[in-house]
């Protein structure tokens, strides 16, 4: 057999395969779980009031944080608006969850990520969405750019 059969014989097999079986699918399952291992430890990190904890889910130093109309100062500029305005006791700091969340896998080393959250405290409540761009750095899936859209819980949609 020669080397032009063979290859056309290898590219009639790769083609015959099912799309579940191509690595290409297998890697993204990898991915979607291990991002959705990542927002899991966070939100457990929060819960447990371990911001440090919680932002080790974010590109450190580059991730880029908007919110309320502002772009946060960076990881440290994140965390120390998180340490500022939700410190302290776990009244203040509330509640947090994520759901109906959305991965898609844009390249081996991108993804985006689109969910709802809610923030459960007696004062002020909050949710939103959030929209994240995944960036897998050394081996491991971090946020590079997170971009929140709250709105009045009071106005929202049943939650799941």
């Known amino acids: 057999m020669t080397w032009l059969k063979m290859l056309a014989a290898l590219l009639l097999f790769a083609a015959a ?74 009244e203040r700091r509330g509640t947090l969850h994520f759901y109906d969340i959305d991965v898609d896998v844009l390249a081996p080393d991108a993804a985006l990520l689109i969910s709802h959250y809610r923030l459960t405290r007696s004062e002020r409540a909050q949710q939103g969405i959030n929209t994240r761009l995944f960036r897998k750095v050394d081996g491991r899936w971090v946020i590079a750019m997170n971009h929140v859209s709250s709105y009045d819980p009071a106005a929202a949609p049943a939650v799941k």
């Open 17 to 90: 395969m099912p799309a579940s079986a191509q690595p290409s699918r297998v890697d993204d399952a990898a991915a979607k779980a291990a991002i959705l291992k990542v927002v899991a430890d966070m939100e457990a990190a929060w819960n447990r009031g371990d911001f440090a904890g919680y932002m080790a889910g974010f590109r450190n130093p580059g991730v880029i944080f908007v919110s309320g109309g502002r772009i946060q100062d960076g990881w440290q500029g994140t965390l120390d608006h998180y340490v500022h305005d939700y410190g302290g006791s776990p």
